[in-house]
């Protein structure tokens, strides 16, 4: 609008400036021509409207004008109307240059209502009453009803409505008690069949390469578990669960010894690995990162590929689900310097002869 009404204002004086070394008689001529354009406008237009910026010249011009010749003057409006613009100009421009005064309680410090926010969304079965009890006890002094239209403002429903829990929420606050794991199949250069036993942490996604053979028998089934249940212990994990599919290979025995270790055995359905879709997920990723891109030449060569993509993998690889962080690695702090940044030298690792690649600042 200030854009518009400051065009507006140099287009008229300019206008007037063109008036000046005109005549009286050429004056009234141009106002008869005008006269008549309007008229033939006003019966073609219907109802005409009127930005701000126009208020505000009309309002401008005609006030200047005595009221005897309003009366006579030709316009698309009133001359109560223009009058009327020109009160409103007034009355907001005193308005402007005055200070409101405030009007009932007091806006909630911003502190308080994130933490409201806070409080709502970590905690799903909480009503507004739970969370204003909670303030309470952490001395912060707030009406139920201030809580109450918090909530309502950030769109956030009543405490029934939040307590419905998707899948994804309930295996992500399990996560830290999941394990998954699970036989794929690779082919070596003349092409027999080597099958390797991996095993993955929901909750970290560190993974684990447990053993390949070309005949995996029971008894290699078993003492692979049992070297996984050392591995956790010394990890100190916390795992309750492990997933796995319903092959043959394991058998009763790799059950009771999960079970004599506290670990109870949750089998898939026949053919739906989206249940043990983490697993599927990493194998597809090794298969398209390693093993389609590797001749793999015997048992011997496969086990220090597959160690290496486990190192890259556990330390290096970034994982979405973790924001971008390896597994065994947390995220640097970012860089902020504005010189650190303009001067950057990255050193580029190569494993297994340049089929994978790390990235890291030169020391």
């Given at each position: 609008m200030l854009l518009r009404l400051a065009y507006l204002t140099v287009t008229n004086a300019l206008a007037?400036?063109?008036?000046?070394?005109?005549?009286?008689?050429g004056k009234d001529?141009?106002?008869l021509v005008l006269r008549h354009q309007l008229l033939v406008?006003?019966?073609?237009?219907?109802k005409p409207t009127f930005t701000d910026s126009d208020r505000a010249v009309l309002a401008g011009l005609v006030h200047h004008l005595p009221k005897d010749r309003l009366r006579h003057l030709l316009l698309l409006v009133r001359p109560d109307t223009v009058l009327r613009w020109h009160r409103d100009m007034l009355r907001r421009r005193h308005a402007a240059t005055c200070v409101p005064r405030r009007h009932g309680r007091p806006c909630t410090i911003r502190s308080i209502r994130?933490?409201?926010?806070?409080?709502?969304?970590?905690?799903?079965?909480?009503?507004?009453r739970r969370i204003h009890g909670e303030l309470a006890a952490l001395g912060i002094k707030v009406a139920a009803s201030t809580v109450w239209e918090i909530l309502r403002e950030y769109g956030i429903p009543p405490a029934p409505g939040r307590q419905n829990t998707t899948w994804t929420e309930f295996l992500r606050g399990q996560a830290k008690a999941l394990l998954a794991c699970d036989l794929f199949g690779v082919r070596t250069l003349t092409g027999a069949r080597l099958h390797v036993f991996a095993v993955i942490e929901h909750a970290t996604r560190r993974i684990r390469i447990l053993g390949a053979t070309a005949h995996p028998t029971a008894e290699w089934i078993v003492q692979l578990g049992r070297n996984l249940l050392m591995d956790l212990e010394d990890a100190d994990s916390k795992a309750k669960f492990i997933i796995r599919d319903r092959d043959s290979k394991f058998t009763a025995a790799f059950d009771a010894l999960m079970t004599d270790a506290d670990l109870k055995v949750v089998t898939t359905g026949i053919r739906m690995l989206r249940m043990n879709s983490l697993m599927e997920r990493w194998i597809q990723t090794c298969r398209r990162e390693l093993l389609d891109r590797t001749l793999v030449w015997n048992q011997r060569h496969l086990l220090h590929a597959l160690r290496e993509y486990e190192s890259f993998s556990n330390e290096h690889r970034p994982h979405r689900a973790m924001e971008q962080a390896a597994p065994c690695r947390p995220l640097p702090a970012p860089i902020t310097q504005q010189a650190q940044l303009a001067h950057l030298k990255i050193d580029r690792r190569d494993r297994l002869g340049g089929t994978l690649h790390e990235y890291q600042h030169a020391s």
């Open positions: 007037f400036l063109r008036l000046l070394p005109m005549s009286d008689k001529i141009e106002i406008l006003q019966r073609q237009v219907g994130a933490l409201v926010l806070s409080l709502a969304r970590e905690n799903a079965s909480w009503g507004y």
